[in-house]
């Protein structure tokens, strides 16, 4: 059926249908307010063909839907918010977010930081203890915010170019495999991330014979990888 037919369906039977499935508001041309509302009433998705929109309607849409937010015309902040408690990532689609919908986002999801400009520390830890591997989007990688990412995930350490002793530490007690990762390793790092997991042998030199002699002692199977 095509959307010519569509078009000259009564407004009682476009009523009816919307109500089964708010995605036939596609196809309506003649929508009104009460058409609109209850597309999105019955899917919050039926806001892409909505022709009239409203506060009340969008709320509704993006609460269900954060990702809605790039179909609302009139983006209030009360909206917005919303949107953003949903799904972080719609803070793409807000042109100035505020500090309020900056924190709102990143505690939602912390790679919203990826699309915020304007970013302060308090910003960044957030974003960092929703998501460790949100380290890769801070602007300002200070040494707490990067020892809170190497603490929730040492492999985060792969995106921290400026490495501590102390970060580096912290990294190989969260995940040994983060010896991969430490530019320069330290004697006392390697045999720590070897004492927790042998295995990580394999991303040491075999001209450390004394290093893979000892993670043969603590694992007869790390020499599959000689």
């Not at 569509?6 to 003649?30: M, P, Q, T, V, W």
């Not at 912390?110 to 699309?115: E, M, N, P, T, V």
């Not at 801070?138 to 707490?144: A, F, L, N, R, S």
């Not at 040994?176 to 004492?195: C, F, V």
Request: glycine fraction near 2%.
């Amino acid at each position: 059926m095509n959307s010519s037919v569509y078009e000259r369906i009564s407004y009682a039977d476009s009523l009816y249908n919307i109500k089964k499935d708010g995605l036939f508001l596609k196809f309506i041309s003649n929508q009104d307010e009460e058409i609109c509302f209850e597309a999105i009433k019955n899917n919050p998705r039926a806001l892409k063909y909505a022709q009239y929109q409203n506060e009340e309607m969008c709320l509704l849409a993006v609460s269900n839907c954060g990702d809605l937010l790039k179909y609302v015309h009139e983006r209030t902040e009360l909206i917005c918010l919303k949107a953003l408690k949903n799904e972080g990532l719609a803070i793409r689609y807000i042109e100035a977010p505020t500090l309020e919908m900056c924190m709102a986002a990143v505690q939602q999801n912390g790679f919203a930081l990826k699309y915020i400009r304007q970013q302060t520390e308090q910003l960044c830890k957030l974003a960092v203890k929703n998501n460790p591997y949100a380290i890769r989007y801070v602007q300002d990688k200070t040494e707490e915010i990067c020892l809170i990412a190497v603490k929730n995930d040492g492999k985060t350490l792969q995106y921290i170019h400026h490495q501590t002793e102390r970060i580096c530490e912290q990294a190989i007690r969260s995940n040994a495999e983060a010896i991969r990762y430490i530019h320069q390793p330290s004697i006392t790092m390697l045999k720590y991330a070897i004492k927790k997991r042998p295995y990580v042998i394999q991303y040491i030199g075999d001209e450390l014979e004394n290093l893979w002699k000892y993670a043969i002692h603590l694992n007869t199977a790390v020499i599959k990888f000689l």
